[in-house]
């Protein structure tokens, strides 16, 4: 790959090179930007929330302050599948209309801090309609294996359509 | 604020250059004290370049006397800090003399050493005055034409953005004691202190303005300043006009700071203020006596004719002296590390860093918790430990006790503003009021106390548009011409009550049913006690006034009052006797972060009903329980059918049992709505500290937040009105 092509690349995928926590879904390889992650422990006891989507677990105390935890798997609608001793809450900061915010993410597994270096990022490939690749920044290559880099903003913040929506339905 | 950098001239000054030195020295020789070393070698230095520059002062005599003496105040400088003056502190306070005497002297020769700051504010201020005083009618065109002379804020450099923040503050706590005392005065004509207030107020503001080259908003406190001197001199009596003239003023200053701010934060230049080369010219105009009032934006009133004359005399000969003393003010007021005993003892956090700081307590306070717990399960025979968890326990309470204390505000800023509500309405109805203020220094909430505003406004309206009767009106009723209405604010049984008292007319039982009745709120069949009657001014589409004014009557804004009170997790009685007045009390919570709970369990969720919406509670007998087609279940207590909510149904958890009788229903209420709430069992009553889930999840019905229980796990908190909209 020319230096050409992998520049243009960069401007498509939004996606840069530098470290990147990376996390398993079923066989699926995610990684985060590692500045976007606040902490990582196990599984907590989370309480419900009604009302609210499927993958929204519920919410959590991280040290006096209640934040929401999605529940990937959900979101990404895979089937869930009982909690391991691996099950990890990620807490990543996002943007929401220009304020920081935390919220956890669930994922069956963490794995590593990988350094991804910009040319081995390739931008995403499309499916047509079937997949939404909206939520992706691009696709890091290390070795033989792939990661899927998430824009953890978008995934996120896809949330308040669908929230929105359930709440114009319960107003109706 | 103390300049540090002397600017170095080179040795052929220009007059102003030394007019400007000479005034760097006198803001230096303000604030100096014999220990400050840094202030008086600024004075030093000052007089030494004085000394050294007067070649370009013109005429001779000036010149050698203005040596001499600068050369004097070095040499006194020098020993003051040598040491070697017996009575340093009389030395320092002789030094200011001799600062006024360069001053004196150099004006001798025709430059008028202005301060730094009144020669920016004064500059525009002629031009400003006579672009509006010109024109016949001060309009558009004579705005325009000054606004481009008095320029708006330019964006100030770096470094100066934390102190004028620090300014905005302080200059509006300064012109809202200017409102009060202006306020004050007006009730009592020639109070000299409330006018000495109010003129210090202005000049100080004036004086940080000129600091931070604020142009708008010194222009404006200068020209109002002009205008209170006047009055400080006994030249003017401040009444009527005038008064609405500098309310004005407070007014526009409020929105500068206001503007001022919003550019700070976006880190922008500030707006101009169209409004306020007229208001200047109108100060003035009021400062000069002779001319009528020229009309500012909204107020008409008589064209203007500004004699030309008496605008050479406008820009008004600057306080010299006064200037840097207020400088000098503002200096000590910041504790200097070598008199730290003098500091005032306050200091300002930003509001994040002490909600974080309260949010760390309430952590804390959990863990604190936790850890007994934990220790007094181990059954520890180990008094050492024991004591030391007590002490820690009791180190903790303290602490929380503290930094909620550290929340909370006087009641007394709101009120005060209450009493501008009250005199601008009664005023333009006509009405006579006097206002009285009951216990301003209650404290509360910081939050609560914000968010009081405007329903106070609300309701102190009311009560001056509807309650209070016209003069006449009271006359015929055999009360005192001038109607009272009293604001007072008092602890009872850990809340808040604010009641805004009347002596009026009451309330019209009659009418408002009929108005009711009228708007379809209310049905003509309906039984209604009087207190339902009353509640009803607080419906949406009900208004009693006769005719619509532009004060009030559009059947608005008593039902915004109601919301906004019990969003805050208050509530508003009234009582009111027809012909002999009525009174409002709002009842609120000490602060918003903390709530009485009640903690149920529904399955294997546990929520929390605030105490304040639960009536009592029951274990359900089969009669009392009763359906409507088999669906609408309904709960017959004492005599009242109410309806039956089963919260695992509403919030989707498997319940422990779905029996009734072998469950608990809570009674649940939101003033005028009851409901029962079935639940399992009650875990027991505590205090838990709200947290928002606003942010995270967005606003969800049915509840409005979430606590964090002793075991650090998270609760929702249930609300109340929201749960039951959910059940109908």
């Known amino acids: 790959m020319s230096t050409q092509t992998v520049n243009s690349v960069v401007k498509l995928t939004g996606a840069k090179g530098g470290k990147y926590l990376t996390f398993a879904i079923g066989r699926e390889e995610y990684g985060l930007e590692i500045l976007k992650v606040r902490e990582i422990f196990g599984v907590m006891e989370i309480t419900a929330v009604p009302r609210m989507p499927q993958h929204v677990r519920g919410v959590i105390n991280l040290r006096g302050q209640v934040i929401a935890v999605v529940d990937l798997r959900a979101k990404f609608g895979m089937p869930s599948t009982a909690q391991t001793e691996q099950t990890c809450i990620i807490v990543v900061e996002i943007n929401r209309a220009g304020r920081k915010l935390n919220t956890g993410i669930i994922v069956d597994k963490v794995s590593e801090v990988l350094n991804i270096a910009t040319d081995a990022i390739e931008e995403p490939p499309t499916f047509g309609d079937s997949v939404n690749t909206d939520f992706n920044l691009g696709m890091g290559k290390i070795g033989s294996s792939v990661k899927i880099l998430l824009d953890i903003d978008k995934v996120l913040s896809s949330e308040d359509a669908i929230q929105i929506d359930a709440i114009t339905k319960a107003a109706a | ?728």
């Open chain 2, 1 to 728: 604020m103390q300049p540090t950098e002397i600017p170095q001239f080179d040795s052929l000054l220009s007059v102003e250059s030394v007019a400007q030195l000479i005034e760097q020295a006198s803001s230096a020789v303000m604030v100096a004290d014999i220990d400050d070393l840094t202030a008086l070698a600024t004075a030093h230095t000052c007089f030494q370049q004085i000394a050294a520059g007067v070649g370009v002062v013109a005429d001779s005599g000036t010149r050698s006397k203005l040596e001499s003496t600068s050369r004097a105040a070095e040499k006194l400088v020098e020993q003051i800090i040598l040491r070697e003056v017996e009575d340093a502190e009389a030395a320092v306070r002789s030094l200011s003399s001799t600062v006024l005497e360069l001053q004196n002297l150099l004006r001798g020769t025709g430059i008028e050493p202005q301060t730094n700051a009144a020669q920016e504010l004064a500059s525009p201020l002629p031009a400003a005055v006579t672009a509006a005083c010109k024109t016949d009618k001060p309009d558009i065109l004579g705005g325009s034409h000054a606004v481009a002379v008095i320029e708006a804020e330019t964006a100030l450099n770096a470094d100066d953005v934390p102190l004028a923040l620090e300014f905005i503050s302080e200059a509006n706590a300064h012109i809202e004691a200017a409102e009060a005392n202006l306020l004050k005065l007006e009730e009592h004509p020639g109070d000299p202190d409330a006018v000495n207030a109010i003129f210090r107020s202005f000049h100080t503001v004036k004086g940080v303005a000129g600091f931070l080259n604020l142009k708008q908003i010194g222009a404006l406190a200068h020209a109002a300043e002009n205008l209170l001197d006047l009055a400080r001199k006994g030249e003017l009596e401040i009444t009527g006009s005038i008064v609405d003239v500098v309310l004005e003023s407070i007014d526009l200053l409020k929105s500068l700071l206001g503007l001022l701010e919003h550019a700070l934060r976006k880190n922008e230049p500030s707006e101009q203020e169209p409004r306020l080369p007229a208001l200047i010219a109108k100060l003035h105009a009021a400062a000069n006596l002779t001319a009528p009032l020229p009309s500012v934006s909204n107020v008409a009133s008589a064209s203007v004719t500004c004699p030309e004359s008496q605008i050479a005399d406008v820009p008004s000969t600057p306080n010299v002296a006064a200037a840097p003393v207020e400088r000098a003010a503002t200096t000590t007021a910041e504790p200097r590390p070598n008199d730290a005993s003098q500091g005032d003892g306050t200091v300002k956090v930003s509001t994040e860093r002490l909600d974080s700081l309260i949010n760390m307590v309430g952590e804390l306070v959990i863990s604190q918790s936790m850890v007994s717990q934990d220790v007094t399960a181990v059954a520890t025979t180990n008094h050492r430990v024991l004591r030391n968890l007590s002490h820690l326990g009791k180190i903790t309470r303290e602490l929380q006790d503290l930094s909620m204390s550290m929340r909370m505000v006087p009641v007394q800023g709101v009120f005060q503003k209450m009493a501008r509500v009250v005199r601008d309405i009664s005023r333009k109805a006509g009405k006579e009021v006097d206002f009285v203020v009951v216990g301003g220094d209650t404290e509360l909430d910081r939050n609560v106390v914000e968010a009081i505003g405007d329903p106070l406004v609300h309701m102190v309206r009311n009560s001056v548009d509807h309650g209070i009767e016209t003069p006449n009106q009271r006359l015929e009723a055999g009360k005192s011409r001038a109607g009272r209405l009293q604001l007072s604010a008092r602890h009872q049984a850990g809340r808040i009550i604010i009641e805004i008292t009347d002596d009026g007319r009451g309330l019209n039982t009659e009418r408002i049913l009929k108005k009711a009745i009228d708007a379809g709120i209310v049905s003509a069949s309906d039984q209604l006690t009087e207190q339902q009657i009353f509640q009803l001014i607080f419906a949406a589409g009900l208004s009693t006034a006769e005719k619509i004014t532009d004060i009030s009557g559009r059947g608005v804004g008593m039902d915004v009052v109601r919301k906004n009170v019990e969003a805050l997790r208050g509530r508003i009685d009234i009582e009111s006797a027809a012909g002999k007045g009525t009174v409002l009390s709002i009842h609120l919570p000490l602060t918003l972060a903390v709530i009485d709970g009640m903690v149920v369990r529904v399955g294997a969720e546990r929520y929390i009903i605030p105490i304040t919406s639960i009536e009592r509670s029951i274990r359900p007998t089969a009669e009392q329980l009763s359906t409507v087609q088999g669906k609408g279940e309904m709960c017959l207590i004492r005599g009242r059918l109410m309806p039956l909510t089963r919260l695992h149904r509403l919030f989707n958890v498997a319940p422990r049992t779905e029996n009734p009788t072998e469950a608990l229903v809570v009674i649940v209420h939101d003033n005028q709505r009851h409901c029962c709430l079935l639940v399992d069992e009650l875990l027991g009553q505590q205090q838990v500290v709200i947290k928002s889930l606003g942010d995270t999840i967005g606003a969800i019905r049915g509840v409005s937040g979430g606590a964090i229980l002793g075991d650090g796990s998270v609760s929702l908190i249930l609300d109340v009105p929201g749960v039951i909209d959910l059940a109908e």
